[in-house]
């Protein structure tokens, strides 16, 4: 059987995933099926001169470019969402694939995420995401002063504030406020009362004077004329902490999942790849100090920016699966791994929230039959076990996973090859390597006519 030639178009702009994506095409596929497209020669030739380690060392032959190939060319376009050529992926369904899909708001945009799942859990009360998703109210907030036009209908705000007001400290709910379109743990904030948060919102009105705009161009601040949409959410409290003997006790941690989406649609969760990114300071009550975010967010990019650096032996950054097994806390036989009960409950919110988005939110996302995607969906733990899912991301940072952690990476992007780009491409050729497996597992198969 004689198999066409596939060209590779890569400009991730990433120098921690592009050396593990070529590694992963090599494990995955015949080798001397692949072209590497002339920009591409260049850009490994780069990254194998910085980092002379690195997993491209082998030789990539210089290849054409991009626009001398014949139409009819089968070509692999992996690049950041803004430079991938959707009009030619659309003109092209059969002989091109990209690593994004065009419409995906229902799932990436955090008030937007917060509707799909509402409507959805309307009409599907039974849903996992019933019982797994914080809820939440929508916000569209332009300045402070609009603040009591936006909650007229957050009638889950006023009567948690009015609750509040009557509970003593340690009683009180707390929320925390999401800018529906920030990214690295930007703009989060904890708030129990209507002041607390006509504050925050007071805090990102544009300031006065040029002195005070120096000031807020120079800093990590946001504005609310910049971030117009909002999503506030119950607070998980408390999460489920892991006791002593463990390097990261006591301190809150959420689990970051690497999922693969493909064509229209099928939905891998990688198993093998889920990480425990852990808060930076041990966890308390927010009410003992609602302003400081250390306890809370446990996103490696707070970390960073709130600490200057990671201390030096403190590890953030954990394999779910190297966890302890067995936890007293949790209610649970001696030959259960509550691991395991974990991982079931995220792979059935994964596949309702994808459910969710293709059946019930068709305008806001638009999965194609040529396209596939990796997203990096958040869950957190509560102290009873059960698993919440926080958000939905795209294009994750890969590099969070650290250099210890790299071989998981390396197992999500082979994932990536052996589920998406073989099928699509060389749907004839059987699984490369099949002995190693690619710790995928299907949570989704739908059929939704889009070819």
């Given at each position: 059987?004689s198999?066409?030639k596939?060209y590779?178009d890569?400009?991730y702009?990433d ?7 070529i590694?992963?095409?090599?494990a ?10 002339h920009h591409?020669?260049q850009?490994?030739?780069q990254?194998?001169?910085s980092?002379?380690?690195t997993t491209t060392?082998?030789h990539v ?27 030619a ?8 694939q ?9 799932l ?6 917060s509707?799909?799942i509402r409507h ?8 996992a ?6 809820g ?25 504030w009015?609750?509040?007001?009557k509970?003593?400290e340690?009683?009180?709910a707390w929320?925390i406020?999401k800018?529906g379109?920030?990214e ?6 904890l708030f129990?009362?209507?002041?607390e948060l006509?504050?925050i ?11 005070e705009k120096a000031?807020e161009?120079?800093?990590e601040?946001?504005m609310?004329?910049h971030?117009?949409h ?22 809150k ?11 229209a649609?099928?939905v ?7 990480l425990?990114?852990?808060?930076a300071?041990p ?5 003992s100090?609602?302003n400081?975010?250390?306890?809370h967010l446990?996103n ?8 200057g ?9 954990y394999?779910?699966?190297?966890l302890?097994?067995?936890l ?14 974990i991982?079931?409950?995220?792979c059935a ?10 059946r019930g ?5 638009q ?6 995607e ?7 733990v ?11 991301n ?8 650290g250099?210890?952690l ?10 990536v090859?052996?589920?998406?780009v073989?099928?699509f491409?060389f749907?004839?050729?059987?699984m490369?390597?099949?002995?190693k ?15």
């Open positions: 059987m198999l066409e596939l590779i890569i400009a702009e120098t921690y995933i592009e050396p593990l994506l590694a992963a095409l090599r995955r596929l015949p080798s001397d099926l692949l072209v590497f497209l591409q020669q850009h490994t030739s990254l194998t001169a980092k002379p380690d060392s082998a032959s210089a290849g054409p470019s991009l626009p001398s190939l014949p139409e009819a060319a089968k070509i692999l376009h992996y690049r950041q969402y803004e430079t991938l050529p959707f009009p992926l659309l003109a092209h369904p059969q002989t091109r990209a690593n994004s899909y065009v419409v995906r708001r229902a990436i945009r955090k008030h937007y995420l509707a799909t959805w859990v309307a009409k599907h009360p039974d849903s995401l019933a019982k797994g998703w914080p939440g109210c929508e916000l569209e907030v332009d300045y402070a002063e609009f603040l009591d036009e936006a909650l007229a209908e957050a009638w889950e705000l006023r009567e948690s009015a609750k509040n007001g509970e003593g340690n009683g009180r929320w406020l800018p379109m920030s690295r743990g930007e703009g989060l904030r129990s009362s209507e002041e006509r504050e919102f007071e805090e990102w009105d544009p300031p006065d004077d040029e002195e000031e161009a120079e800093g601040g946001i609310t004329t971030l117009r909002f999503l506030a959410q119950p607070y998980i409290h408390p999460p489920l902490l892991l006791p002593s003997p463990f390097p990261a006790a006591g301190r941690f959420h689990l970051r999942v690497y999922v693969l989406a493909v064509g649609l099928k891998y969760v990688s198993r093998s790849a889920v425990a990114l852990f808060a300071e966890y308390h009550a927010p009410s100090s609602p400081n975010l250390a306890p446990t490696t990019c707070f970390q960073q920016s709130s600490t650096k990671e201390r030096e032996g403190d590890r953030i950054v394999s779910f699966w190297d302890p097994p067995t007293s806390t949790l209610a649970q036989g001696d030959d259960i791994d509550w691991r395991d009960s991982f079931t409950q995220i919110l994964t596949s309702e929230v994808f459910t969710a988005a293709a939110m068709g305008p806001h996302f999965p194609f039959a040529n396209a596939f990796v997203f990096g969906l958040d869950f957190v509560g102290a009873d076990g059960r698993v919440w899912l926080l958000e939905v795209a294009f994750p940072d890969f590099a969070q996973t250099k210890e790299k071989g998981l990476v390396e197992g999500v992007l082979e994932g090859v052996e589920r998406a073989r099928p491409f749907p004839d050729l059987a490369w390597k099949a002995e497996g690619d710790g995928m597992v299907e949570v989704l198969d739908l059929e939704l006519g889009r070819r």
